[in-house]
């Protein structure tokens, strides 16, 4: 009879354990946040139509239920912004932003096992949504952890801001670009903006202190037309191949320098050839006994705050696009590398600067670790924060988890958004509690 005794204490400890998660989180509330990250991923906020006000009225109500301040900003006519606030004990202090935006990519429903927007649960816990992973996830687990956080009678030292921002996937500007530049922006005093990151398949989470910037080129060439059968210098798609033949060799050796894992994908300027444009049309294909007079290439280049930007356009210059070949050029886009203070776009991502150290911090007591500090290799909203001198680090807690945004299929498992809960529940305890100087204080008392 004894001897059964542990087993039964223990068979009761294993069930108290089960029940209430380390974060606080009992089964019941576990479940009650999946359904509301479930309602959310629900809702058809894909491009080129997202369905904005109804995004926006449930995270009002979301924010009305946890007790939040809430406005809905439309800095661009039917492109609602939802500011969201949990006011500090000391609003003195710079405030924490934490971004994330309401719209996702398109999808080809066909390619998908389950409807993307049915937010379907498969038998091994995996939740299939089209902003599952970008980034309908971060923005509910913001709000689910201020929830518990509040349930637990925490109040926070400085001010928080939620944002909830249209179009970060058509570019942002009439999301955070037009947001930066408002005035209510520029009363919120904030010292750090957490926003996106990726998934990492391995066990650490990713963080990014920086983008690369995109810079859209065309190169046109123009050179004599002339007879199909000729062979004869000079001619317009000659001189573009031979810039092409030259970019292609650039590509190779900055593609190398990742393969041979010298450098990671956002440390090396990436280049692609995204169209070519050339011949003269006919009713059914092209003229084939004929060399035209002009041809042209679309590049998206993506330069990483790491580069030479005056050397990088010297070489498009002298290089791939230069006058004596009839060659010219024209950037479609070009972000600069730089903030406006002409330093690099960059957060200070090392132990000098407090918010990286109170971030790694937070993770760790969470029971999570951080991955060496990347720069996305593509871009985000975070740019027009940095652009500004603002600490921005782009976060989203999903380890152990394919990289699957803008991909079909998109998932993220019920355990991993359950976990990143805990993980900003540990995050906001640590970095609104902070009171020392952090390095945006510094730096504005130098200017
Ligand atoms: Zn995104």
């Not at 906020?45 to 109500?61: G, L, M, N, V, W």
């Not at 921002?165 to 408002?182: L, M, Q, T, W, Y």
């Not at 807690?397 to 805990?422: C, Q, R, V, W």
Request: with cysteine.
């Amino acid at each position: 009879m004894n001897q059964f005794l542990p087993h039964l204490s223990l068979l009761i400890l294993v069930t108290v354990f089960t029940a209430v998660k380390p974060s606080g989180l009992t089964s019941s509330e576990a479940t009650a946040a999946v359904s509301r990250f479930q309602e959310y991923l629900r809702i058809d906020t894909a491009q080129p139509s997202p369905d904005y006000a109804k995004a926006a009225a449930f995270i009002t109500s979301q924010a009305e239920s946890i007790g939040l301040e809430s406005q809905t900003l439309e800095l661009v006519a039917g492109k609602p912004l939802v500011l969201l606030k949990w006011p500090g004990k000391q609003s003195s202090l710079p405030s924490l932003l934490l971004n994330s935006h309401t719209d996702v990519v398109p999808f080809e429903t066909d390619k998908w096992a389950h409807h993307p927007f049915s937010a379907a649960i498969d038998s091994s816990g995996r939740i299939y949504a089209r902003g599952s992973q970008d980034m309908k996830c971060v923005g509910m687990q913001y709000l689910e952890a201020i929830r518990l956080l509040k349930k637990t009678g925490f109040s926070p030292d400085r001010d928080i801001y939620i944002t909830f921002v249209p179009d970060e996937e058509i570019g942002g500007h009439a999301g955070v670009e037009a947001f930066v530049k408002s005035e209510i922006f520029k009363k919120l005093n904030i010292g750090l903006v957490l926003d996106e990151g990726l998934a990492s398949p391995g066990p650490e989470y990713r963080l990014f202190y920086g983008e690369r910037s995109p810079w859209w080129t065309v190169i046109r060439s123009k050179g004599a037309p002339g007879h199909g059968a000729k062979l004869y210098d000079g001619s317009a798609m000659e001189n573009l191949l031979k810039s092409i033949e030259a970019i292609k060799r650039f590509r190779t050796a900055q593609f190398d320098l990742v393969k041979a894992g010298v450098k990671a994908e956002g440390d090396v300027v990436s280049i692609n050839f995204v169209y070519l444009k050339a011949g003269t049309p006919t009713p059914t294909g092209f003229v084939m006994n004929l060399q035209p007079s002009e041809a042209e290439v679309g590049l998206d280049i993506r330069v990483p705050p790491s580069a030479d930007p005056e050397a990088l356009e010297r070489r498009l210059a002298e290089e791939w696009a230069p006058s004596s070949r009839n060659l010219t050029y024209e950037f479609k886009q070009k972000v600069p590398v730089v903030d406006i203070y002409g330093k690099p776009a960059v957060t200070v991502a090392d132990s000098s600067n407090p918010w990286w150290s109170l971030l790694g911090e937070a993770v760790k007591k969470a029971g999570g670790k951080l991955g060496k500090p990347e720069i996305f290799p593509a871009s985000t909203d975070a740019r027009y924060f940095r652009e500004l001198g603002i600490p921005a680090f782009g976060f989203s807690p999903m380890a152990n988890t394919p990289i699957l945004l803008h991909d079909h299929n998109e998932f993220l498992s019920k355990d991993e958004y359950l976990k990143g809960i805990e993980i900003y529940e540990s995050i906001i305890k640590e970095l609104t509690s902070y009171h020392g100087s952090t390095i945006d204080e510094e730096s504005k008392a130098e200017l």
